[in-house]
């Protein structure tokens, strides 16, 4: 039987795992954690939980697949519900809006509360979802690294649409070609967050995105994000692969520019025919492949944005808060500048609260609510000091009372803090980022790193920081292409 290594069991790694026992692969996977997901964790804090990093679940059908491709009802093991407001968003002058997930519902209701003609929003959704079904098959769902790719009927279906495309503009001067209220501009101007990207300098291909919310739905698991590593954790057991953890890896080991195994921190060898590298892709080169040469352009390439989280357990409950709340800056520009060029937070930050015990009472205890606030941060590019991360809180906590009209701090019943630099000691994610390579230029998904190595024979990559990008949905793809590559 031949032998495959997985290196992390971050969500692609899980899926890579599967995909590989199911293609008869005797599979082990090392994990350098005691625990699995690697970002798609969660912990308890005294009678609250939290889900410690991913909150928005969106085509929950690519974990289904990973089930059925093992010949098991997802349903047996694995199940979520549809979320109907996809985001509360509030404003400073005291503007609210509750964006339903369904595209008409939230196209008559931002025409409502903007005074924006229903048309724009409608054209707006629909050309989203075209964007999407043209992209997808090219973008996201195959290698943009396999000449035979560009042969497909999707890539001239793609050509044909280039222009709608708006590869030369940013999301920014798309959306503002659509709308003329702000407020709408900055609400889609968000979604380049969905990805660590800056909207006024990623391409407009990216306006794709709010289809995924707003077309194909928002979902919460039962039990929380952190379901979803559990449940495939053991759908790979029940597949036979064999997980090892607190067992970091140290070096890949090659032969004749081949991969033949790997060798852990505490000395062990294990050879193997196939290695998947499930690690970031800067460190995988500058430390587990040092002595080859690197993809020095790709590993150069501008990191996405990171994030500061507080977890607070908040006794009391708001009403007029749901699953996703955000808090908007009042200069979004100003936002983006201050994270990207200056590599600070800002001063006025964008605040998302996320609050599961809305759906899951179990969360919290009765009365009171789990809350994941979060802000967008620029990567570790030289610590995060104290002080910088006390100046957040207090920006965070002078908006949401100003908001709220509430002083939230004598609610706070207890608190954990995540910074970049946690992120990069839990993950190795390089600086922090959450989405690998940021997309802030029309050139950024063609120099993502593929999901095999050309150089370097039965090597593959999957995870957020390669081909096609971060974010649960991108990473499962990663792993099916980089499993599909063996072909
Ligand atoms: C705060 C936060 C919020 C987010 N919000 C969302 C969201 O709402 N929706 C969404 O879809 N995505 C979100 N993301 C992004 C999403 O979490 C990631 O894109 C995705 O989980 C990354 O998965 P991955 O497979 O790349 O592996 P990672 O989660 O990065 O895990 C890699 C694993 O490999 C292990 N590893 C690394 N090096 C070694 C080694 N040498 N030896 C052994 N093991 C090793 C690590 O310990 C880790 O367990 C968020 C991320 C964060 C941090």
Redesign the pocket.
């Known amino acids: 039987m031949k032998k495959a290594v997985v ?7 899980l899926a890579a795992s599967i995909r590989l026992a199911n293609k008869g692969f005797n599979t082990r996977v ?4 005691r625990y699995p ?4 964790t969660a912990f308890q804090q005294d009678d609250y939980r939290f889900d410690a ?4 679940f969106t085509l929950p059908k690519l974990v289904d697949e990973l089930f059925e491709l093992c010949n098991e009802n997802p349903r047996d093991y694995f199940n979520y519900q549809a979320i109907n407001t996809a985001c509360v968003y509030f404003w400073d002058d005291g503007t609210v809006f509750n964006a339903p997930s369904q595209p008409d519902d939230f196209a008559r209701r931002a025409a409502e509360t903007f005074n924006e003609p229903k048309k724009n929003m409608d054209n707006y959704l629909s050309r989203a979802e075209r964007l999407y079904r043209v992209s997808s098959p090219i973008f996201l769902e195959s290698s943009l690294h396999k000449p035979q790719n560009y042969l497909r009927k999707e890539v001239l279906f793609a050509l044909s649409h280039i222009r709608e495309l708006a590869l030369t503009q940013t999301m920014n001067q798309v959306n503002e070609s659509f709308f003329s209220e702000p407020k709408l501009i900055q609400l889609f101007n968000r979604y380049a967050t969905y990805n660590g990207s800056n909207p006024y300098k990623a391409p407009g291909v990216l306006t794709m995105i709010p289809h995924l919310e707003h077309g194909k739905g928002t979902w919460l698991p039962k039990g929380g994000m952190h379901e979803i590593t559990l449940q495939l954790k053991a759908l790979a057991e029940r597949q036979g692969v064999k997980f090892q953890f607190n ?3 140290k070096r890949i080991l090659t032969q004749e520019r081949k991969a033949v195994g790997i060798e852990l921190q505490s000395g062990a060898e294990i050879l193997a025919d196939k290695v998947f590298c ?3 892709i800067v460190p995988a080169y500058r430390k ?1 492949l040092r002595g080859h040469k690197a993809p020095e352009k790709t590993l150069n390439q501008e990191r996405s944005g990171s ?1 500061l ?1 507080f977890y607070w357990g908040i006794k009391k409950q708001f009403k007029q808060l749901d699953l996703h709340n955000i808090f908007f800056a009042n200069d979004y520009k100003a936002e983006f500048d201050s994270i990207f060029d200056q590599k600070q937070i800002h001063h006025d930050p964008t605040v998302y609260v996320n609050i599961t015990s809305k759906y899951e009472k179990r969360d919290a205890p009765p009365g009171c609510e789990n809350w994941f606030v ?1 802000v967008n941060a620029p990567g570790d590019y030289g610590g995060y000091l104290p002080a910088m991360i006390d100046e957040a809180r207090k920006n965070i906590i002078k908006k949401l009372n100003s908001v709220l009209q509430i002083d939230i701090e004598p609610l706070i019943e207890n608190e954990s803090i995540l910074d970049p630099t946690g ?1 990069e000691k839990k ?3 390089y600086r922090g980022a ?2 690998g390579a940021a997309s802030n230029t029309a050139t950024a998904a063609f120099l993502r790193h593929p999901n095999f190595s050309s150089k370097i024979k039965n090597l593959h990559f999957c ?3 390669v081909h096609p990008g ?4 991108l ?1 499962l793809h990663s792993a099916k292409i980089a499993v599909d590559t063996l072909k």
Do not use: Q
């Not at 090392?30 to 954690?33: C, K, M, S, V």
């Not at 971060?470 to 949905?473: H, L, N, R, V, Y």
């Open positions: 290196i992390g069991s971050g969500i692609a790694g090392f994990e350098a954690n997901g690697g970002k798609l990093g991913p909150s928005l067992a970091p890896v499930n690690m970031d587990l994030a989280i979060m992120i993950t190795s994610s959450l989405y995870g957020g920081s971060g974010g649960i949905p990473c």
